[in-house]
């Protein structure tokens, strides 16, 4: 499927519908989805790197926009929300955009949060943040998280042209963190059909798409693919609960400032393999759509044929950090298939760190 699509995704205990666009060059309608919104004052949010993409949004709304923020961070430090609400107060923005990957979506959420302004997100990265009614801050090096319907967008614009940038090793990495979301999806409490199929819809798109992405990283419909997983997995990630999995990779970014996608990408193999002992039966679409007996093999050999990284050594974390990194993986209890024990999470975490093969 390709092309024009939009797809109204009633949202869980809001009474809005997120318009989803998809399509190649969608951007370029960008200023009749700020009219239809009724604004005409729209600030555009992205990261330096990614300036040139704010700028180009700027240009294609000509006067209806008031300026380009292009200071968006990873953890969506409250002090860039601070300095972007100001020029949001100077310049009376009534929307924002963001454009870019999870850390410029999680600025335009926390200005929502703080003024109520509708926003326009269009993915460059497979993250998912876009989907999710949940926001990450950083203030005083403390992350805090905090879930409102206020932080959804209005419109989410998945525009395959704007993917084709992203870096191979960091496409393989985002898309192994989506991915993640719908294999914890699959073993998920509070789960319904609709999301496991969901879950399921988004991995086979990665299965599916990410190897035709490698062997031609600028196959628009591939991309497209992809970027179909992206939101199919964000919004399993924003409507069940996450278990192990998500919690390590948290504990490890906050903790030992490890980067999101990378570190999703190599731990993912090993909580899945674990969670298997207790949830093969939820986990077996994986190895359907993979091969394999068990999930976290399965994905461990995928993600070693995209040729992701594999060791938690990589990242520069060190050996002596692990046995501090299974205490605050295990302090507070949380719902997970396999019940979670410091010993067990401290093997699991030393196979990641090490390069090993996933404990079965
Ligand atoms: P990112 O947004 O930090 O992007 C990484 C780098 O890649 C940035 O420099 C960015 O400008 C650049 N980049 C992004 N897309 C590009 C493209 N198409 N071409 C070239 N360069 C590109 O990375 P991410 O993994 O998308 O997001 C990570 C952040 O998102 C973390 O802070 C994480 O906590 C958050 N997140 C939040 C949620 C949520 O639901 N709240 C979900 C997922 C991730």
Redo the contacts with the bound molecule.
């Keep these: 499927m390709s092309g024009e699509d939009i797809v109204p995704q009633p949202i869980q205990n809001s009474e809005t519908a997120v318009r989803v666009v998809f399509g190649a060059a969608k951007r370029m309608s960008i200023a009749a989805e700020v009219q239809r919104i009724g604004a005409s004052k729209v600030l555009v949010l992205?990261?330096p790197?990614?300036s040139d993409a704010a700028l180009e949004i700027a240009e294609l709304l000509g006067p209806l926009a008031v300026g380009v923020f292009c200071k968006a961070e990873?953890?969506?430090p409250v002090h860039v929300t601070e300095a972007a609400m100001a020029q949001v107060a100077e310049t009376q923005t009534d929307c924002l955009i963001a454009i870019?990957?999870?850390?410029?979506?999680?600025l335009g959420k926390a200005i929502a949060f703080r003024t109520g302004l509708p926003q326009i997100v269009i993915p460059?990265?497979y993250?998912?943040?876009e989907c999710?009614p949940?926001?990450?801050q950083t203030e005083k090096g403390v992350k805090t998280t905090l879930s409102d319907p206020s932080v959804l967008p209005e419109v989410i614009l998945y525009d395959s042209e704007?993917?084709r940038?992203?870096?191979v090793p960091?496409t393989v990495t985002?898309a192994l963190?989506a991915m993640a979301h719908a294999a914890e999806a699959l073993y998920a409490t509070n789960r319904t059909g609709e999301t496991t199929a969901m879950a399921i819809q988004g991995l086979e798109a990665f299965i599916d798409g990410l190897p035709r992405v490698l062997r031609e990283p600028s196959d628009l419909l591939a991309r497209e693919a992809t970027l179909r997983g992206a939101w199919a997995c964000g919004t399993v990630?924003?409507r069940v609960d996450m278990a192990l999995h998500h919690k390590l990779c948290h504990t490890l970014?906050g903790a030992f400032n490890l980067p999101?996608?990378e570190t999703h990408a190599i731990v993912l193999p090993h909580a899945i393999a674990y969670n298997a002992r207790a949830a093969g039966r939820e986990l077996q679409p994986i190895c359907d759509l993979l091969g394999g007996e068990n999930a976290g093999t399965a994905l461990h050999a995928f993600a070693q044929k995209m040729n992701a990284p594999t060791a938690l050594r990589d990242l520069g974390l060190q050996q002596r950090d692990l046995d501090h990194a299974a205490d605050l993986a295990t302090t507070k209890p949380y719902p997970n298939p396999q019940p979670v024990t410091r010993d067990d999470i401290r093997a699991l975490l030393q196979a990641a760190w090490a390069e090993d093969a996933p404990i079965q």
């Design positions: 992205a990261t790197q990614q990873m953890h969506t870019g990957g999870g850390s410029t979506t999680g460059t990265t993250a998912g943040s999710t949940i926001l990450g704007l993917v940038t992203l870096p960091m985002s963190n990630l924003g970014g999101h996608a």
